[in-house]
């Protein structure tokens, strides 16, 4: 056999296989290899805020020179008699005068004048005083009320020598109208505090004041008549003075 021909079925022979690989490939597609997906759920870290207590500018300061804290007790300031004595009284706001009890010798009050004066020794300068609360001046009841007194005011002064005094929580100014307008003899006192209306059981929770009246003798409570009405007030005022006048 010739080389020529050799060489021919050789080359046939290479393009015999190459026919049968390709021919393989076509039939078998190559396999993808598939990258597993990474998970759209992302792992979430919940970072734990810790809060420190805030250190004052003084400690921090402190702390950065290397200086310990050092408390300092501040000295106990000392107070006045007097007061003690206020600081007492808003203490005991609950406190009121009985039947047999003494005015308190630091009681001041302000009449519709703008005159204060001590109640104790305006009460034992006087003898017999009564002292008759309002709800408001110049309403109805009340008006009634301090009539009484104004009409009775002769008997119970000149006979039987007991002073009168009107009560309420009303300002000077209203409470000089007041006085002016029903042509009333007696001085009226200020309590714009309510100070002696509590004192004497008359104030009315939260804002409003008893009709009331009170005797006092030498300064002590002889007579007391809460919750009246206007013309009780008097009439039964003026019965109690007869009554200290018959006893004397």
Do not use: W
Request: with cysteine; proline share 4%; aromatic share 6%.
């Amino acid at each position: 056999m010739s080389v020529s021909r050799r060489r021919s079925e050789r080359i046939a022979a290479i393009q015999q296989e190459f026919e049968i690989v390709k021919a393989q490939k076509a039939e078998t597609p190559a396999s993808k290899v598939t990258k597993p997906k990474k998970s759209r759920t992302k792992t979430q870290t919940i970072a734990t805020k810790v809060t420190k207590p805030k250190k004052s500018t003084r400690e921090t300061e402190n702390l950065k020179q290397g200086s310990p804290t050092v408390k300092v007790d501040l000295p106990k300031t000392t107070k006045s008699r007097s007061a003690k004595k206020e600081d007492a009284i808003e203490l005991e706001d609950d406190y009121e005068l009985n039947v047999g009890d003494e005015i308190p010798s630091d009681l001041e009050i302000k009449l519709q004048n703008g005159e204060e004066q001590n109640l104790l020794e305006f009460s034992k300068k006087a003898g017999v005083l009564v002292i008759f609360s309002y709800p408001k001046a110049s309403t109805p009841g009340c008006t009634r009320q301090a009539k009484g007194f104004r009409d009775h005011y002769k008997e119970l002064n000149e006979k039987y020598g007991a002073s009168v005094l009107g009560l309420s929580a009303d300002n000077a100014k209203t409470q000089t109208n007041f006085k002016v307008k029903q042509e009333l003899q007696y001085d009226l006192i200020c309590d714009t505090k309510k100070e002696l209306i509590a004192l004497l059981g008359c104030k009315k929770f939260p804002s409003g004041i008893i009709r009331s009246h009170f005797i006092f003798v030498d300064g002590v409570l002889r007579f007391k008549n809460v919750k009246v009405s206007p013309e009780e007030s008097f009439t039964n005022a003026l019965k109690q003075v007869k009554e200290l006048s018959k006893s004397k």
